[in-house]
């Protein structure tokens, strides 16, 4: 863009100062961004009147796309990826000329590709903004576009997505081993259930064990500072990549207002920034609620189209074939992420492996102090977040990624296929694909602040689409056991087992284990004596009593890192919060069986908790 | 995200801890040539032979503490429960090694404080013939490590592994209760030592920590409790054994206790051996006088607990004294200071060779180790466990409560038919029906049946066969004498 030419273009079309455009001569000296991008992000001029301005400096016309389509059947003749890599669109073809509508100097490049497709063409360009030509996409490919956010994984790699909720020999597996199981019963009920027993009980002690050992090395690498502040005070504007971050709202017109301010206190050039916002088509009210707010010229709107299934990481699969940043980040509607966040992920991309493809950002809660649940809740996310996800990195295990906050370089989320539509906790099973795929997901010390969930019935919702997608992405990604050991090794299958495949299991396999003990002390009967041999006696004794102890202690970690000493003796009311578990569980189970790919909704905004500007530390 | 970070070599610690215990497994492999068995060792291997006799894990529900019981089921013999103390020690000494180490006390004079602590003949025999004792000073030396680290730098795993270590202790002794306490309530005075202003007033800080450090104790002692009231119908009855360390706590009439009085010049006569503890006391406090009440806290409540009816041992006591100075010991001594602590050495050692132990038990495994010959009473109870142990199957009606000796040297239960069994009872009632042989102590244990009715007059249809210095084997009328020795 011819920099100095493009400012007093405009300033002698009197869309900018002087003063504006010194402000932003000395911004873009700072950033070397681009200085059509820096007055856009610095509110000086509108997107649309910048690149009239430089219609007139390529000397071409402008083109409104909004009120000139595209032609759908010359458009379907392109590879869509490159309108959005290169900025252009071609509108229509009359005769041997073609209009191609571009947001960038019109260049040799693009009028090689154009002829490659339709042959030794006229190219005549018209200038308009990225905006139109992402509008036109959206409007002109719509189905294309809903298809690949839909079933790009699927067409890719089917044996890597939920749609298929079980493979044909996962089906044939299942039912063997059902009717072996029925079969056994029937015909030796005593050894068989005692052998069930014994089972149960030794997968709850190895997960006891496994998450001992997980949170002790996290709590050992406490003070480890994946990024410090020296290294982030090192980095120079000028050096920092384009970020682009994803929002997926769906009927969250209540807190449109609360993200634009939170997206505001970033501090990361806004010119590098670049703010999508997933607005599904269907959701008028939240669209309009987003118009409302004005947001800044770097926030897009991405209307997804409506289809089946109404996911997040469908609506974030539109968002990434959109984005154009070097990293991409995802946030919820409602998150409040350290203003440092960005910078932070830059450093650890920028010093970690070469195969390190998402780092993942702490979660936690402002609304902790709201009632039992979100007390409960924080304490669970400040123990995962701060010590779990620590300790697996630290034993290089890999790291189930959590719903937001997780930056990835944008080339490997595409090379990786994006997210399952069809899987309900997608940021999980992407974490695991992409450990398959020879990847590494690490953690860095910055936090996501968010609002806990303060509803029961909100809260089993959303637990229970969690745990439905822990369950979806074991199958999906035990469809090959072998083949997944091969590619990822014992040690990282065995860690994925016990966390993903652990969880939903152990919040199983509790409440039968806790009636039979419930039943005994009430009523002192023997009947189930003949389950628990000697050997199974003491190992349920250990579970029941030690283990159960230890998870509660273990959460007691919680408490320190972010100084919640107060929530301390809510860890010991843990075993309540696990019977919330076990309810979302069943559902979960149920739900897999019915409806596998139902987005259950976590209503957000629904927190009393007014001042979230500090969090509840003591 | 993970950075790039070299596994620490764990091998040196480990040959060096390994190292450690190499003399004290000398020791024990000395005193057990010469036949020499700790009582309570004798108790560990009796019951491992019992349970494993018996297939009956359950038994441990019975026996508190489960992990020396545990530990020793592994192998069975005399011997192995001192060499199970004997790794306790080498660990114990590499901990206090490292503390020493870390806080800078030079390597001549660290040697000299590690041969020191292990020095005082108490504190030797505990270290190998006491696999409780040993195991609950290296869990308590370990607990008090993490512990100091924990309240300096407020290094979280520090803190928890300091709770666990105590939680695993209360497997070994249930002194580990006392400590947790002890801990958690030094916090609130360490806190103030080590945190500025600002920070002491985070209470709810210090509440937090205290409660981390005694969350695994009261954890494994419910754990323990409840499991005692499912096996016997009473959550405390494994505190109320006649063996046990606090039985007189909860039986003070059935058993001897100390006045305070006494308690405190049993405390001040431990302390009294021990001149390193002084110096190193009173370095700590006149750095600060929070020290001097933390020292205090121990030192009266031992004296309390001595007092209460609780055996707090000799060997113990000193232990926990010598850990818990040195471990805390200022980092970086003066010169003057560490002369100080030099001579306090010299005088420690001069007074381990003048004051024998107090214990019997103790100045018994002594000329154990330096004697050419094993001890008459030794020799006598070796040769008739040994001819015991050859009797048929369930033949020997006897308790284990106090036949406990015979049955661990004679490295088999299955010759004896014990309370544990089904028929027991009644073969006490009638045991010309049930066995050939009866074995009673003269000296009666509570509530044990057997003696009450025996101890004095043959049951039915048996002869007195043989006695020996507190006891008396009847054999019956139509069953072969047993041993060939007669009673001296």
């Known amino acids: 863009m011819p920099t100095r030419r493009l400012g007093e273009q405009l300033l002698a079309l009197g869309i900018i100062t002087e003063k504006d455009l010194e402000r932003a001569l000395a911004w873009q000296k700072r950033t070397g961004e681009r200085l059509g991008r820096i007055l856009i992000a610095l509110g000086a001029v509108r997107r649309r009147d910048m690149y009239h301005a430089l219609a007139t400096l390529w000397g071409i016309p402008f083109v409104d796309l909004t009120q000139r389509l595209p032609d759908p059947e010359l458009v379907q003749k392109f590879d869509p990826e490159r309108f959005v890599h290169d900025s252009f669109i071609p509108i229509e073809q009359k005769g041997n000329v073609v209009e191609v509508a571009t947001a960038e100097a019109p260049s040799d490049r693009v009028v090689e590709y154009i002829q490659s497709v339709l042959g030794p063409v006229e190219v005549r360009f018209l200038a308009t903004t990225e905006w139109d030509i992402d509008y036109a996409i959206r409007a002109t490919l719509r189905e294309w576009v809903l298809d690949l956010a839909t079933y790009g994984l699927y067409y890719r790699h089917p044996e890597e997505c939920a749609y298929t909720v079980l493979t044909r020999s996962q089906f044939i597996a299942l039912v063997i081993g059902a009717l072996s199981l029925v079969a056994l019963l029937y015909f030796y009920p005593r050894p068989t259930a005692i052998a069930i027993n014994l089972l149960i009980n030794f997968a709850f002690l190895a997960g006891i064990v496994f998450k001992f050992v997980i949170a002790l090395a996290g709590a050992s690498a406490e003070r480890l500072e994946p990024v410090t502040q020296e290294e982030i005070d090192a980095l120079k504007d000028e050096e920092l990549p384009h970020y682009t971050i994803l929002v997926p709202v769906y009927k969250e017109a209540n807190i449109i207002a609360k993200l634009m301010n939170n997206l505001r206190a970033l501090d990361y050039p806004p010119e590098k920034l670049e703010i999508l916002l997933l607005l599904e088509e269907n959701d008028t009210e939240t669209i309009e609620a987003a118009r409302a707010a004005r947001p800044p010229e770097t926030v897009t709107f991405v209307i997804v189209p409506d289809g089946k299934p109404k996911t997040k990481p469908k609506a974030c699969n539109v968002g990434l074939f959109f984005a154009r940043g070097e990293y991409l980040v995802i946030y919820d ?12 992920a830059v450093v650890a991309f920028r010093k970690g492996p070469e195969n390190l493809a998402c780092v993942q950002a702490a979660l936690n809660y402002f609304n902790a102090e709201e009632n039992f649940l979100t007390r409960m809740f924080t304490l669970e996310y400040s123990y995962w977040f701060d010590y779990m996800l620590p300790g697996l990195d630290k034993l290089r295990l890999p790291i189930p990624l959590g719903g937001t906050s997780n930056h990835f370089r944008t080339d490997v989320l595409r090379e990786l296929g994006g997210w399952d539509p069809f899987n309900v906790t997608e940021d999980a099973d992407l974490g695991i694909r992409a450990a398959a795929q020879g990847y590494t997901v690490g953690v860095i010390n910055s936090t996501t602040y968010e609002e806990a969930n303060n509803h029961l019935g909100n809260w089993i919702r959303q637990r229970s689409r969690w745990i439905k997608g822990y369950m979806q992405t074991v199958l999906v990604h035990t469809r090959h056991p072998i083949e997944l050991a091969r590619n990822v090794g014992l040690r990282n299958l065995i860690g994925f087992i016990m966390l993903i495949g652990g969880t939903p299991m152990t919040f199983l396999a509790a409440p039968p284990l806790w009636l039979m003990y419930a039943g005994w002390l009430v009523t002192r009967s023997h009947g189930f004596d003949f389950l628990f041999p000697q050997g199974i006696l003491y190992l349920s004794l250990f579970n029941l009593l030690l283990g159960n102890g230890l998870m509660v202690y273990l959460n007691m970690l919680a408490v320190f890192k972010r100084r919640y000493y107060h929530l301390l003796p809510f860890a010991l009311l843990n075993p309540v919060y696990w019977i919330f578990h076990s309810i979302a569980a069943y559902k979960a189970l149920w739900q897999l069986l019915t409806k596998p790919f139902y987005w259950e909704k976590t209503i957000h905004g629904i927190t009393r908790v007014t001042d979230e500007s500090s969090p509840p530390s003591t | 995200m993970n950075p790039p970070h070299l596994p620490p070599k764990r091998w040196p610690k480990v040959v060096f801890a390994l190292l450690l215990a190499l003399p004290m497994a000398g020791l024990a492999w000395l005193a057990s040539r010469n036949l020499f068995l700790s009582n309570l060792h004798a108790h560990l291997v009796s019951k491992a032979l019992i349970a494993i006799s018996r297939g009956h894990l359950e038994f441990i529900g019975f026996s508190y503490p489960p992990f020396p019981f545990l530990l020793t089921a592994v192998h069975p013999t005399t011997l192995t429960p001192s060499l199970w103390a004997a790794l306790a020690s080498g660990v114990l000494l590499w901990t206090l090694w490292e503390q020493l180490s870390d806080i800078e006390v030079p390597v001549i004079l660290r040697a000299a404080l590690v041969l020191v602590f292990v020095a005082p003949a108490p504190t030797a025999f505990l270290l190998t013939q006491s696999l409780n004792g040993a195991f609950s000073l290296m869990f308590y030396a370990l607990a008090w490590r993490s512990f100091l680290r924990f309240i300096k730098e407020r290094l979280t795993w520090a803190g928890f592994n300091g709770g666990l270590w105590l939680g695993i202790a209360f497997f070994f002794n249930v002194y580990a209760l006392f400590w947790g306490i002890l801990y958690a309530a030094s916090t609130f005075l360490l806190y ?7 920070q002491r007033e985070e209470r709810q800080t210090v509440w937090a920590m205290g409660f981390i450090l005694i969350f695994p104790p009261l954890l494994t002692f419910s754990a323990w409790s409840y499991l005692s009231w499912i096996f016997t119908g009473s959550p ?35 302390l009294f051996r021990l001149p390193v503890v002084w110096v190193a006391g009173i370095l700590c406090a006149l750095d600060s006088w929070i020290w001097g009440a ?4 121990i030192i009266v409540g031992i004296t309390l607990m001595r007092s209460w009816g609780f055996v707090y041992p000799e060997a113990l006591a000193q232990g926990t004294f010598m850990i818990m100075v040195l471990m805390a010991l200022p980092t970086r001594l003066t010169r003057p200071r560490r002369i100080l602590l030099a001579l306090a050495v010299v005088l420690q050692a001069i007074l381990v060779v003048l004051m024998p132990s107090r214990t019997p038990e103790v100045r018994a495994w002594q000329n154990a180790l330096t004697a050419d010959h094993p001890a008459v009473q030794d020799q006598l109870e070796e040769a008739i466990a040994q001819q015991l142990a050859k009797a048929p199957r369930h033949s020997i009606l006897a308790d284990d409560r106090n036949a406990y000796r015979f049955i661990a040297r004679g490295h088999t239960a299955e010759p004896y038919l014990l309370p544990m069994d089904a028929t027991y009872t009644t073969a006490v009632v009638n045991p010309q029906e049930y066995v050939s042989y009866v074995l009673v102590a003269e000296k009666q244990t509570p509530g044990e049946p057997l003696g009450t009715r025996y101890a004095y007059q043959a049951p039915p249809g048996f002869v007195l066969s043989a006695t020996w210095p507190g006891w008396r084997l009847y054999r019956r009328k139509d069953a072969p004498p047993l041993l060939s020795l007669s009673a001296p």
Not at chain 2, 241 to 269: C, E, M
Not at chain 2, 294 to 297: E, Q, S
């Open chain 1, 333 to 344: 509607a409602e998150d409040r992420p350290d203003p440092d966040q960005l910078k932070k």
């Open chain 2, 192 to 198: 103030r030592l080590y945190h500025t202003a600002k």
């Open chain 2, 236 to 270: 405390l009855q494994f505190l109320k054994d006649p063996s046990g360390p606090i039985y007189a706590f909860f039986r003070p009439n059935a058993a001897s206790t100390y006045t305070l009085w006494q308690a405190a010049k049993l405390t001040a006569v431990d």
């Open chain 2, 294 to 297: 933390v020292y205090a806290l």
